[in-house]
């Protein structure tokens, strides 16, 4: 078996205000994993040590086998892709050329987009269904639209992996089952690796294999979905009342919120 | 004779310092991912001519002291500018903004302090606060000014793809395969050099790094490899075009020319925003 992720005791964080401490596990090649928790419990933090944003404290975590301290940003770049909740682009960039930078990694410092670059991108593109917009500036998108560009970008790093943080925070319904339709055809086709963060439970219950759910900082329980979501789980990670039943579509367990 | 002696390195001036403005203004608008960013925004020309005006208070009237008191305080102002901006090897772009608004303004009140205690000798370097090209003495000093630009040029085009990455945030740039701090203490070192090299010889002069960049982008998109050249080129070419209205408009009074970049710029930047709107939006 081997492992794209591979995590022991994992700790760090911000300097001074939060830290995640003793976090393991290990995601397998073509994984769809999830990562569910309340707000600052430290689920982008998860991931922004995992892509380098913030520095490993302690643990061993190692990417396709390779130790991630040793991994310089490029390397990681051409084995991982991370989508976030949003982009801001200060300047008005072509759709195109947005999806373009994801051969960044690929380049020499002084070299070109080849021919090569630009076919993975359209590609990219195409996958994600936003070829008709390759001409629109990115700003001129709608969330749903400019997120499959984002998606499309990190496409383009042809990874083996993609981490996504919220990638569907902004966007409605339609939209978010879109994203995350994408991906499963993109786990199952290509075999890709992904490890997302959402708050939208029921999605992730459908979709993911396996479930870190983060509390504090700390790991409170890792497993299926199946097996990990119960009421007294959920109370006690998300303060709510709630049921568990199973979607009559895919047998997936579903939460039933008690707002009274 | 006229042309050889006076003209020509009065246009090398030009050529040399509209290519350093437009860069840096080009790079500082990307880098500081902020579109009100100019060559001036961190504080440079303030430091700089702080140090011409000590240089003038000394007595020391050869250009080359001046040049070189004044492209000195820039650096220092710089690097003081990002030692405070930074913590835990970490530089963030808003804090770098505030701490050279801040360094430029205490320079400024500096320079007015010195400005009215030694009125009679600060009056040979007015140029300098007016932003001319009318200093342009000896020509080593062009020359030497043409070196520093030129290597600010090439950093900045060496890193252009970087700030392309860097344009939807630093994190995304990180995920890119970008060391973004690494990127930013040189971008930020080439633009030192340009901005440095032109306060020393032409004091500030206004709007040529705000304005050009815009104009480019609107012409060649976004892309810094194509913008960063192509400022360069028109921000040289307007700055001499202007200098020529300075000299010869109110002749035999010459106006500086900061004067007319702004004058002539601003119109024609609101006609292209209005034209243009959609692609103007931040």
């Known amino acids: 078996m081997s492992y794209s992720i591979q995590a022991s005791n994992l700790s760090g964080g911000y300097k001074a205000s939060f830290q995640l401490r003793d976090i393991s596990f290990n995601i397998e090649q073509g994984g769809f994993w999830g990562v569910i928790g309340p707000n600052g419990s430290g689920k982008s933090t998860l991931l922004k040590i995992l892509s380098k944003v913030l520095p490993l404290k302690s643990g061993n975590v190692t990417i396709n086998d390779h130790p991630l301290q040793q991994l310089s940003l490029q390397e990681l770049a051409r084995n991982m892709a991370v989508v976030g909740s949003e982009a801001h682009f200060t300047f008005p960039f072509c759709v195109f050329d947005v999806v373009l930078m994801g051969r960044i990694p690929f380049l020499t410092r002084l070299g070109a987009y080849g021919s090569r670059d630009r076919m993975i991108a359209e590609n990219a593109l195409k996958r994600t269904e936003v070829w008709e917009f390759r001409d629109r500036l990115i700003h001129q998108l709608s969330s749903g639209e400019r997120q499959r560009v984002l998606l499309a970008r990190a496409l383009a790093q042809e990874p083996k992996i993609l981490l996504l943080d919220e990638p569907t925070a902004h966007l409605d319904l339609h939209y978010e089952i879109e994203i995350f339709r994408i991906l499963k055809n993109l786990n199952a086709q290509d075999n890709l690796t992904v490890l997302a963060v959402s708050h939208n439970l029921n999605l992730m219950a459908e979709f993911c294999s396996t479930l870190i759910v983060l509390r504090d900082g700390t790991c409170r329980a890792l497993g299926a979905p199946s097996e990990i979501l119960a009421p007294e789980l959920l109370k006690d990670v998300f303060r709510i009342d709630c049921q568990i039943t199973r979607n009559p579509f895919s047998q997936a367990p579903t939460i039933l919120l008690n707002t009274q | ?282």
């Open chain 2, 1 to 282: 004779m006229v042309i050889l002696h006076i003209r020509l390195p009065r246009a090398l001036l030009g050529l040399v310092v509209g290519i350093a403005l437009a860069t840096a203004g080009s790079v500082y608008q990307g880098l500081l991912r902020n579109p009100l960013a100019d060559p001036y925004i961190l504080g440079t020309s303030s430091a700089g001519t702080f140090g011409a005006l000590v240089a003038a208070i000394l007595n020391y009237h050869f250009n080359i002291t001046v040049y070189i008191f004044s492209i000195g305080a820039a650096f220092l102002s710089m690097l003081l500018v990002y030692r405070i901006a930074s913590l835990q090897g970490r530089t963030p772009v808003q804090t770098l903004i505030l701490a050279g608004v801040i360094s430029s303004t205490f320079f400024g009140a500096l320079v007015l302090l010195l400005f009215t205690l030694f009125r009679r000798e600060s009056f040979s370097i007015l140029f300098f606060l007016l932003g001319s090209l009318s200093g342009a003495g000896s020509n080593i000093l062009i020359v030497i000014s043409a070196v520093l630009v030129l290597i600010g040029f090439s950093i900045s085009m060496y890193l252009a793809r970087d700030l392309d990455a860097m344009s939807s945030g630093e994190e995304d740039a990180i995920h890119l395969g970008i060391p973004v701090e690494r990127v930013k203490k040189l971008l930020f070192f080439s633009s030192s050099l340009l901005v440095g090299a032109s306060v020393s010889l032409a004091g500030s002069i206004g709007f040529v790094g705000l304005i050009i960049p815009h104009v480019v982008r609107l012409i060649v998109g976004p892309s810094h490899r194509k913008l960063i050249p192509a400022s360069a080129i028109g921000g040289a070419f307007f700055l001499i075009l202007m200098d020529v209205f300075a000299r010869t408009v109110f002749s035999p009074l010459e106006v500086p020319v900061g004067v007319f970049t702004s004058l002539c710029g601003a119109p024609f930047f609101i006609y292209l925003l209005k034209r243009k709107q959609e692609e103007m939006t931040f």
